[in-house]
């Protein structure tokens, strides 16, 4: 029977208007009873009489309009609001801690929300997959996809609605001025089918995407460029659309834009350009190039994986090259389907749920720190709330004021919380290249977080509030009141429940302390690993020569030579050198089979693959890598371009052993020239400081011939990298070179954007940014956790200690020493923290598992670190019960006995 | 006075009587306690007081609805009728009335004579 709409109506009939009609019943029994005979006086008084109490019927009225409960609440958070300021000790401390560990959450939720739970923003993302290969080879366990691959699977697959292809690739747009006076900029690039829009689901803002023949090598040069290029280099003009642009030195017609949210493949990407595949003159082993599929409604990813698997050895049948049917069964190579999410996000997702777990362990932390508070505080008042409940105070009214005292911190702490978590994202947002934590632009307080932040919040405040709540139903009046009286000491069970908070407290801190122990020794041992390079006073930069400026090996040698020397001439630098891929860097990585000669290839063996990077004379002593063998190459000549290489130490080892490697003799191809090794340098730990040393051919800036073709054959006579990185190395490490050396560049080539300028210390910090990430969130809310836990520690001691002031009084008075007292209540202090550091230790063995694959070199028990969490827990323990023991003893026993309570 | 020898009005049965009085048409507040009282031939007196939180107990479960309206002796007063939803009620509440009461008697057995 109850409908809505009445609450309305009945809103809107107002007390006033029920007076009224009081007012006119009177009026009309005075008129009746006059005209029943009564004097005029008389009927008034009798039809008041009649009526009874006008007031008692308003009120009844009153409280059946407004719902009782909003007033009552209103009124309670008033009370509360009044109370709290009145304890602004009590209510800062619980609202600080509630803050931190609300925002801890909320923060780190909206990191795992943003990247790991929100769908791609993609049409039907779940449909979009990731296709590459797993394969058995030394040096490399998957590849993505070649130009044969992709079409063949593209064409051929039963599972598909659709495959594209792409591959990133900077470049270098220009931005003012034209011809050689050109300035250019380097910016995130994406090289694209035609399909890959398409498949994505996503239409262009303004324009089109690219044409089905627009992605072949022979097709006019278009571009598609993202909003934000739009926004902030051509201010928007929607008459950009037909007009070219200038990348890499080609004038590029724009046919589209793409909005913001096509972060494809990944939020930098400025602009797209077409791939480039020619299904004629395919290079079937590189494989350069990614593939991403929708997979058709009702396939599975292992559907999908069989599909292409069955397809894979008919690859060479329509693309013949150096990818055989023979290569692909002696590899293993196995089609590998994930869903594109996953490819994404990649591992970051077992960091962020540590991450979470420890914000999780903060706020249960700070939780049952305030409501320990509360019990503090429900103990302070007990004499005041016994004494109401007896003058008929209903337990519901009592609770309720918890209850409003609870959700009004949990509120204050929920906002601060929020403000915290902003402060920290944004912090997070600034320093994003550093920990390279994939979608992190789609992390924010967005709708969801404020709702979790919310619940949090709630379940924050009635998980305090319960507690002393509950306990407020338990002692019975008398008990209380004469618990209070002289001549007992006070009910110890009270403690009961602070101390089960404390002893949690403890365990989860100590559970922090240790993950964050862990991931200390992990740092630190990641730190300690040599990375064979010297990065102090040592800086880099890269520059990529365009094609079209620098179309000869001899024009970009000339301009490597000259702009060495230059910088070598410069005061303050010691050496400088060229180096294709930097150590701790992925850009322009390159990894191929080497053929050694002392160790030929048995039949239907596959050769190792390994790194190749192009160096100059000065690269190694720029990084500060030693020689163990032989020397470094002589100056790039193309005339001479001399087949000489240099190998790492690791490199050698595997073939040479402890040999001499210096003569021997390998060629990066099956019938190609072979190289002689001039030297061996020491160990690079290139790849990642937690990874085995490289294995890496260094070849000489300018080779001949140059790097294999798609056949098998030699390439051009000479050859040269254009995506260089130069390494200069300053005198000492306070002497800034950057400026003068950066002049160097732009004085021989100022068209040539000089981009990723990093010192090789920026770079090491930055391969060790994800640990070091982990390492300081989780040292932040370890840290929290045992100052929360040492507060809370310290308030049970010192509740103790009070409650216990007449028993002790008692003994002094009786004459026991000081030192007794104290080692009475620190021993009932040990036993808690004890308690509380058992329970961590269990915990943390069991939880520290899932901080295993985030360890360097550390076991997730390393006994060593369990020990130090526990020492330092005991410690803080000690610290935090020593002052009130020592208060304790210290009590002057006539006032503990003379005090009335 | 004399009220203390009339029989106190069963709890919900002040409601089954004003739905009753209102069944034969608009009235105000003031009617309906005299028409109770009239047509109980004096038996039951309403508790004016407690007339009206009752009435507007039934105007916010829709049983009755109200406006301000002119009486017959030009005073103002708020006018009450049933809504459909209130009619229905009270052919229910009536039956369970009588439900009620043939329960009662049975209980009681015969009326004793000169009570």
Same mark, same amino acid.
């Given at each position: 029977?109850?409908?809505?709409?009445?609450?309305?109506?009945?809103?809107?009939?107002?007390?006033?208007?029920?007076?009224?009609?009081?007012?006119?019943?009177?009026?009309?029994?005075?008129?009746?009873?006059?005209?029943?005979?009564?004097?005029?006086?008389?009927?008034?008084?009798?039809?008041?009489?009649?009526?009874?109490?006008?007031?008692?019927?308003?009120?009844?009225?009153?409280?059946?309009?407004?719902?009782?409960?909003?007033?009552?609440?209103?009124?309670?958070?008033?009370?509360?609001?009044?109370?709290?300021?009145?304890?602004?000790?009590?209510?800062?401390?619980?609202?600080?801690?509630?803050?931190?560990?609300?925002?801890?959450?909320?923060?780190?939720?909206?990191?795992?929300?943003?990247?790991?739970?929100?769908?791609?923003?993609?049409?039907?993302?779940?449909?979009?997959?990731?296709?590459?290969?797993?394969?058995?080879?030394?040096?490399?366990?998957?590849?993505?996809?070649?130009?044969?691959?992709?079409?063949?699977?593209?064409?051929?697959?039963?599972?598909?609605?659709?495959?594209?292809?792409?591959?990133?690739?900077?470049?270098?747009?220009?931005?003012?001025?034209?011809?050689?006076?050109?300035?250019?900029?380097?910016?995130?690039?994406?090289?694209?089918?035609?399909?890959?829009?398409?498949?994505?689901?996503?239409?262009?803002?303004?324009?089109?995407?690219?044409?089905?023949?627009?992605?072949?090598?022979?097709?006019?040069?278009?571009?598609?460029?993202?909003?934000?290029?739009?926004?902030?280099?051509?201010?928007?003009?929607?008459?950009?659309?037909?007009?070219?642009?200038?990348?890499?030195?080609?004038?590029?017609?724009?046919?589209?834009?793409?909005?913001?949210?096509?972060?494809?493949?990944?939020?930098?990407?400025?602009?797209?350009?077409?791939?480039?595949?020619?299904?004629?003159?395919?290079?079937?082993?590189?494989?350069?190039?990614?593939?991403?599929?929708?997979?058709?409604?009702?396939?599975?990813?292992?559907?999908?994986?069989?599909?292409?698997?069955?397809?894979?050895?008919?690859?060479?049948?329509?693309?013949?090259?150096?990818?055989?049917?023979?290569?692909?069964?002696?590899?293993?190579?196995?089609?590998?389907?994930?869903?594109?999410?996953?490819?994404?996000?990649?591992?970051?997702?077992?960091?962020?749920?540590?991450?979470?777990?420890?914000?999780?362990?903060?706020?249960?932390?700070?939780?049952?720190?305030?409501?320990?508070?509360?019990?503090?505080?429900?103990?302070?008042?007990?004499?005041?709330?016994?004494?109401?409940?007896?003058?008929?105070?209903?337990?519901?009214?009592?609770?309720?004021?918890?209850?409003?005292?609870?959700?009004?911190?949990?509120?204050?702490?929920?906002?601060?919380?929020?403000?915290?978590?902003?402060?920290?994202?944004?912090?997070?947002?600034?320093?994003?290249?550093?920990?390279?934590?994939?979608?992190?632009?789609?992390?924010?307080?967005?709708?969801?977080?404020?709702?979790?932040?919310?619940?949090?919040?709630?379940?924050?405040?009635?998980?305090?509030?319960?507690?002393?709540?509950?306990?407020?139903?338990?002692?019975?009046?008398?008990?209380?009141?004469?618990?209070?009286?002289?001549?007992?000491?006070? =009910?110890?069970?009270?403690?009961?429940?602070?101390?089960?908070?404390?002893?949690?407290?403890?365990?989860?801190?100590?559970?922090?302390?240790?993950?964050?122990?862990?991931?200390?020794?992990?740092?630190?041992?990641?730190?300690?690993?040599?990375?064979?390079?010297?990065?102090?006073?040592?800086?880099?930069?890269?520059?990529?020569?365009?094609?079209?400026?620098?179309?000869?090996?001899?024009?970009?040698?000339?301009?490597?030579?000259?702009?060495?020397?230059?910088?070598?001439?410069?005061?303050?630098?010691?050496?400088?050198?060229?180096?294709?891929?930097?150590?701790?860097?992925?850009?322009?990585?390159?990894?191929?089979?080497?053929?050694?000669?002392?160790?030929?290839?048995?039949?239907?063996?596959?050769?190792?693959?390994?790194?190749?990077?192009?160096?100059?004379?000065?690269?190694?002593?720029?990084?500060?890598?030693?020689?163990?063998?032989?020397?470094?190459?002589?100056?790039?000549?193309?005339?001479?371009?001399?087949?000489?290489?240099?190998?790492?130490?690791?490199?050698?080892?595997?073939?040479?052993?402890?040999?001499?490697?210096?003569?021997?003799?390998?060629?990066?191809?099956?019938?190609?020239?072979?190289?002689?090794?001039?030297?061996?340098?020491?160990?690079?730990?290139?790849?990642?400081?937690?990874?085995?040393?490289?294995?890496?051919?260094?070849?000489?800036?300018?080779?001949?011939?140059?790097?294999?073709?798609?056949?098998? =054959?030699?390439?051009?006579?000479?050859?040269?990298?254009?995506?260089?990185?130069?390494?200069? @190395?300053?005198?000492?490490?306070?002497?800034?070179?950057?400026?003068?050396?950066?002049?160097?560049?732009?004085?021989?080539?100022?068209?040539?954007?000089?981009?990723?300028?990093?010192?090789?210390?920026?770079?090491?910090?930055?391969?060790?940014?994800?640990?070091?990430?982990?390492?300081?969130?989780?040292?932040?809310?370890?840290?929290?956790?045992?100052?929360? =836990?040492?507060?809370?520690?310290?308030?049970?001691?010192?509740?103790?200690?009070?409650? @216990?002031?007449?028993?002790?009084?008692?003994?002094?008075?009786?004459?026991?020493?000081?030192?007794?007292? %104290?080692?009475?209540?620190?021993?009932?202090?040990?036993?808690?923290?004890?308690?509380?550091?058992?329970?961590?230790?269990?915990?943390?063995?069991? !939880?520290?598992?899932?901080?295993?694959?985030?360890?360097?070199?550390?076991?997730?028990?390393?006994?060593?670190?369990? !020990?130090?969490?526990?020492?330092?827990?005991?410690?803080?323990?000690?610290?935090?019960?020593?002052?009130?023991?020592?208060?304790?003893?210290?009590?002057?026993?006539?006032?503990?006995? %003379?005090?009335?309570? | 006075?004399?009220?203390?020898?009339?029989?106190?009005?069963?709890?919900?049965?002040?409601?089954?009587?004003?739905?009753?009085?209102?069944?034969? /048409?608009?009235?105000?507040?003031? /009617?309906?306690?005299?028409?109770?009282?009239?047509?109980?031939?004096?038996?039951?007196?309403?508790?004016?007081?407690?007339?009206?939180?009752?009435?507007?107990?039934?105007?916010?479960?829709?049983?009755?609805?109200?406006?301000?309206?002119?009486?017959?002796?030009?005073?103002?007063?708020?006018?009450?009728?049933?809504?459909?939803?209130?009619?229905?009620?009270?052919?229910?509440?009536?039956?369970?009335?009588?439900?009620?009461?043939?329960?009662?008697?049975?209980?009681? /057995?015969?009326?004793?004579? /000169?009570?």
């Amino acid at each position: 029977m109850w409908n809505p709409l009445h609450f309305l109506r009945r809103r809107r009939r107002n007390d006033a208007d029920f007076s009224s009609e009081i007012s006119a019943h009177l009026a009309l029994e005075t008129d009746r009873l006059i005209a029943e005979g009564l004097p005029p006086a008389d009927a008034a008084f009798e039809a008041h009489r009649r009526f009874g109490n006008v007031r008692l019927a308003q009120e009844s009225f009153h409280s059946r309009r407004t719902i009782p409960l909003i007033e009552g609440t209103a009124r309670h958070i008033r009370r509360a609001a009044r109370r709290l300021v009145r304890a602004p000790v009590f209510s800062g401390t619980a609202a600080l801690t509630l803050m931190l560990g609300i925002g801890a959450t909320t923060a780190v939720f909206s990191l795992v929300d943003g990247v790991l739970l929100r769908p791609l923003p993609f049409r039907d993302p779940a449909q979009l997959v990731d296709v590459s290969h797993s394969l058995v080879v030394h040096g490399i366990s998957h590849v993505d996809q070649s130009d044969a691959t992709y079409l063949y699977y593209r064409e051929a697959n039963h599972v598909f609605s659709g495959v594209g292809a792409y591959r990133t690739s900077a470049v270098n747009l220009s931005t003012t001025g034209t011809g050689d006076r050109a300035r250019a900029e380097r910016v995130e690039a994406a090289r694209a089918s035609a399909s890959l829009f398409s498949v994505l689901g996503i239409a262009p803002l303004m324009g089109r995407t690219f044409r089905e023949n627009e992605d072949r090598p022979s097709a006019p040069p278009v571009v598609i460029l993202g909003e934000h290029l739009w926004n902030t280099q051509y201010a928007s003009d929607p008459g950009i659309i037909g007009r070219t642009v200038m990348i890499d030195g080609v004038q590029h017609e724009v046919v589209g834009i793409m909005p913001a949210r096509f972060a494809f493949p990944d939020s930098r990407t400025a602009l797209w350009i077409p791939i480039g595949i020619d299904p004629a003159q395919t290079r079937s082993a590189a494989f350069d190039f990614h593939a991403v599929a929708r997979m058709r409604p009702g396939v599975t990813l292992d559907a999908a994986a069989r599909d292409l698997q069955a397809l894979l050895p008919h690859v060479p049948e329509a693309f013949p090259g150096r990818l055989t049917a023979d290569a692909i069964a002696i590899t293993h190579m196995r089609v590998d389907v994930r869903s594109l999410r996953d490819t994404i996000v990649g591992n970051i997702g077992r960091t962020l749920w540590v991450v979470f777990g420890a914000a999780a362990f903060l706020l249960l932390v700070s939780c049952a720190n305030v409501a320990n508070l509360f019990l503090v505080r429900a103990e302070e008042r007990q004499h005041e709330l016994v004494v109401r409940r007896a003058l008929g105070a209903s337990r519901g009214v009592i609770v309720a004021e918890f209850l409003s005292e609870a959700v009004l911190l949990a509120l204050l702490g929920g906002v601060l919380g929020v403000a915290l978590a902003a402060a920290g994202l944004g912090a997070l947002h600034s320093m994003q290249s550093g920990i390279a934590i994939p979608r992190l632009a789609t992390a924010g307080l967005n709708g969801v977080v404020l709702a979790v932040a919310i619940g949090v919040t709630l379940l924050a405040a009635l998980v305090m509030s319960l507690v002393p709540a509950l306990r407020s139903y338990g002692p019975q009046v008398a008990s209380v009141l004469m618990q209070n009286g002289r001549g007992t000491t006070a =009910g110890r069970n009270r403690l009961r429940a602070r101390r089960l908070f404390v002893v949690v407290q403890m365990a989860l801190a100590l559970v922090l302390v240790t993950g964050a122990g862990l991931m200390a020794r992990s740092f630190q041992s990641l730190r300690s690993v040599a990375p064979g390079f010297d990065p102090d006073a040592a800086y880099t930069f890269r520059v990529a020569l365009p094609d079209e400026a620098y179309p000869t090996t001899n024009a970009t040698v000339t301009l490597v030579t000259r702009a060495l020397d230059a910088m070598t001439a410069l005061p303050g630098v010691q050496s400088a050198g060229i180096l294709t891929k930097l150590p701790l860097d992925n850009e322009a990585r390159r990894d191929t089979a080497v053929f050694v000669e002392d160790r030929p290839l048995a039949m239907r063996e596959m050769p190792d693959i390994h790194q190749v990077a192009y160096a100059t004379p000065g690269t190694f002593s720029a990084l500060g890598i030693p020689f163990l063998q032989g020397h470094t190459f002589e100056q790039p000549d193309v005339a001479r371009a001399p087949l000489d290489v240099i190998v790492t130490h690791a490199l050698a080892a595997r073939y040479w052993s402890d040999a001499q490697a210096v003569g021997r003799r390998l060629r990066l191809s099956q019938d190609g020239p072979w190289f002689t090794v001039i030297g061996v340098t020491g160990d690079v730990r290139g790849t990642g400081l937690d990874q085995p040393p490289d294995e890496t051919v260094y070849l000489p800036l300018v080779t001949a011939p140059g790097p294999a073709t798609a056949n098998g =054959g030699a390439g051009a006579t000479h050859w040269a990298p254009r995506d260089l990185a130069f390494v200069v @190395r300053s005198a000492s490490p306070s002497h800034d070179i950057t400026i003068p050396v950066e002049r160097v560049l732009q004085t021989l080539a100022p068209s040539v954007p000089v981009y990723a300028v990093h010192t090789m210390r920026e770079v090491l910090a930055r391969s060790t940014a994800r640990t070091s990430f982990t390492l300081v969130l989780l040292e932040i809310a370890s840290i929290a956790a045992l100052l929360i =836990g040492a507060v809370g520690l310290y308030g049970v001691v010192s509740c103790m200690v009070s409650l @216990r002031a007449r028993e002790m009084a008692v003994r002094t008075a009786l004459g026991a020493p000081p030192r007794a007292l %104290r080692r009475l209540v620190f021993t009932q202090a040990v036993t808690v923290a004890a308690l509380g550091i058992v329970l961590g230790v269990g915990a943390a063995l069991v !939880l520290m598992r899932f901080l295993a694959a985030l360890l360097f070199n550390v076991a997730p028990n390393d006994p060593p670190t369990m !020990l130090a969490a526990v020492v330092v827990m005991a410690m803080v323990a000690a610290a935090a019960s020593w002052f009130p023991a020592r208060r304790a003893a210290a009590a002057d026993p006539a006032v503990a006995l %003379r005090a009335d309570m | 006075m004399s009220t203390q020898s009339r029989p106190q009005i069963l709890q919900g049965t002040l409601d089954l009587l004003i739905l009753r009085t209102l069944a034969a /048409g608009r009235e105000h507040g003031q /009617g309906i306690a005299r028409s109770i009282q009239s047509t109980s031939r004096d038996t039951i007196l309403v508790d004016h007081g407690s007339l009206y939180p009752a009435l507007q107990r039934l105007e916010d479960r829709g049983w009755i609805r109200a406006e301000w309206g002119v009486s017959d002796n030009n005073r103002r007063a708020r006018f009450y009728e049933l809504t459909p939803s209130g009619r229905k009620r009270l052919v229910h509440e009536t039956r369970e009335w009588w439900a009620l009461a043939d329960a009662i008697a049975l209980i009681l /057995g015969p009326q004793p004579s /000169g009570t």
